[in-house]
């Protein structure tokens, strides 16, 4: 069972790159059906990260997996490559990259993937997908092209659509893939997301697609807990018995914060039918440093026969102090921001004679708004008495090219 959990992690964690979701420092991981996804998990710009998986035999941490990433003016990915480790040579050899292009505002219109090609020692075409956006910069249409290497030319693979509701929050999600003998798109996947008055998923209920009954069909669905402080601190996943017409239990997920907001732990667990109990499966501890960047992931798995927690990956997260995602604002920089945890008014300052823009997420990228400060005076003021109390991340962006990201508290 180890074996296979590390592959299915070490997967995982090779694929983390942006999903097109609006929001600054804020690297969403993709949306799949596993065990193996965090609903907040925040990576605050990252410039890299090396994978390692424990030798248990050797007793040592062998390099597997290295991700990069670079930035433009918006802290929006521009280029995501993964290398595998060579042992033999002792170094990183090119395995996948990821190129997104964004419109003026920074959302984004495209991404295209590439594969590694050891023979011709050059970078292949693999896939592509291109967004349609609404007015609020949201997708509203997606399409995922592959490459075909004997036509040379990009093939249909699947399609997305996106719906809203007025607050922008995102309702339903229709995933549909390309049937080539009848060329035609084929529904696959429904998913249905119910939200809070605060703009949090409450409630998530996905369906698959009968081609018999030509309808849809309950599938899976995802309950969402949340504390006074609006931090997510359960879900429970359900799968749907046809036979006996009810949900029941699939796995759960519990999350732990340190006093800054930043989550610290989550333990998945897995429903035991026979046992009708929890029993562990894998745990994910994150390290901080003090500016609440992550800067190392471990992740665990359950041994049932020892009954214990086996180390089993560890990521450790790297950053540059370049301007582009600089978050040095302890006034070194010119720019500090107070009080934190802030009550009903937050204050940035930052040096005089520049345009300045302030955009407000919550953890999961959503945006609660844009405050822009054309009078060049150095200074903008929040108001965040209509805030609820919780963690938000900031984007600040200054008319000289830097950018600068971090994370407040609202009591």
Known sequence: MKNLFSLCVLLFLISLNLTGQP???????PENKSHLKSTQF?????????????????EEWIRTWKNSYTYDGFVNILQFYSYSWDGNTESWLNYVKTD???????????????????????????????????????????YRYSWATTSAQWENSSKYEYF???DNNRKQYIYSFWNEGNSLWVNDYLDKDTMDANGNIIRHIGYSWDPDQLLWLESDKTEYEYDNMGYLTDNIEYEWNPESSQW???GMYSYTYDENGNEIRFIYYQWNSVASQWINWSKYEHLYDPENRCIQ?????WDEDDGQWIHTIRTAIYYTDNPTGNRDMDGKSGVV????????????????????????FTPSGTQQGTLEDSDKNGETRIDCSGLNAGCYLFRLMIADGKVYSGKILRR
Do not use: C
């Open 248 to 250: 029941v239990n699939s």
């Open 164 to 166: 809203y509701d007025d």
């Open 23 to 29: 929001g600054p420092a804020v690297i969403n991981l």
């Open 337 to 360: 921001y107070f009080p934190n945890p802030a009550g009903e008014t937050m204050v940035f300052r930052y040096p005089e004679g520049q345009d300045a823009r302030i955009d407000l």
């Open 297 to 301: 992931r471990n992740i665990f798995y």
């Open 42 to 58: 925040v990576w605050l710009n990252p410039d890299s990260l090396i994978i390692e998986e424990y030798d248990q035999s050797g």
């Open 100 to 142: 997104y292009t964004y419109d003026v505002s920074g959302h984004l219109l495209l991404g295209i993937g590439y594969d590694w090609d050891n023979t011709n020692d050059g970078w292949i075409n693999s896939w592509k997908i291109e967004y349609t956006n609404n007015e609020d910069g949201q997708p509203v249409l997606g």
